[in-house]
């Protein structure tokens, strides 16, 4: 089974912080995205990664893919409340073509 | 603007009193899913259609159903709800299998058994 581990699971800053959440597994990806969710709303894509070493940036979030496609990160520079929310990393299983959601990690901006 | 529509956004049912969940999309995607996503925690696939082919997960629960009439829609039907069914229903889709095609999320259905 595979299993896509997230951390770290609960993550509270002051705004103006940087962080970054990892996503890891001992699997090999297809791809691998990354959504934010926020309470009561369902999941929004923030980025699709495939090749083993990219890096997309989408304004202040930094998302790299790992070089073996097996794990990736999230870096967040200068963290604002509306960063807020629950981040799932989900890895596309390339025989069954499912995505898998990784365990989550929710961040809160303290203004 | 095309999108994925849930309806209703709140259930309220009684346990064993079957139940039936609705979505519906503009997108024309091939694939829908239904995830049952419980407190805090990462959404878990119930089922998915492939146009009109339905794939169950392993240790998705009998008393769970789903039916796709149309591309536009599906639905979720819980048989006998039970306590531990008390949860965020999500479902989604995407244009096609594989090739990273995103998921598209609707805003879900949270249901609470009394």
């Known amino acids: 089974t595979q299993l896509l581990e997230q951390s770290p699971q609960f993550l509270s800053i002051q705004e103006g912080e940087n962080l970054t959440v990892y996503c890891n597994s001992s699997?090999?990806?297809?791809?691998l995205q990354w959504y934010r969710q926020e309470p009561g709303e369902g999941p929004v894509l923030l980025v699709t990664?495939?090749?083993?070493?990219e890096v997309k940036k989408l304004k202040r979030l930094t998302f790299q893919f790992g070089d073996a496609r097996k794990d990736s990160s999230l870096h967040i520079t200068a963290a604002q409340p509306g960063d807020t929310g629950l981040y799932l990393c989900?890895?596309?299983?390339?025989?069954?073509?499912?995505?898998?959601f990784g365990t989550g990690t929710r961040l809160k901006v303290l203004a | 603007d095309a999108m994925v529509i849930q309806n209703p956004r709140y259930q309220v049912t009684q346990f064993g009193k079957p139940v039936t969940l609705s979505c519906s999309q503009t997108?024309?995607?091939?694939?829908m899913y239904w995830y049952q996503q419980k407190s805090s925690q990462a959404p878990k696939l119930l089922f998915h259609?492939?146009?009109?082919?339905?794939?169950n997960e392993a240790d998705t629960p009998d008393n769970f159903q789903s039916r796709r009439p149309n591309t536009s829609f599906c639905f979720l039907d819980i048989r006998s709800p039970g306590l531990g069914d008390a949860a965020m229903y999500l479902c989604?889709?995407?244009?096609?299998?594989?090739?990273?095609?995103?998921?598209?999320f609707g805003n879900g259905t949270r249901l609470t058994v009394t």
């Open positions: 990664v495939v090749t083993g070493g």
């Open positions: 699997s090999v990806f297809s791809s």
């Open positions: 997108l024309n995607h091939n694939v």
């Open positions: 259609y492939y146009d009109k082919d339905f794939n």
């Open positions: 989604a889709t995407s244009r096609d299998l594989g090739t990273s095609s995103p998921l598209h």
């Open positions: 989900a890895g596309e299983n390339s025989g069954t073509y499912k995505y898998i």
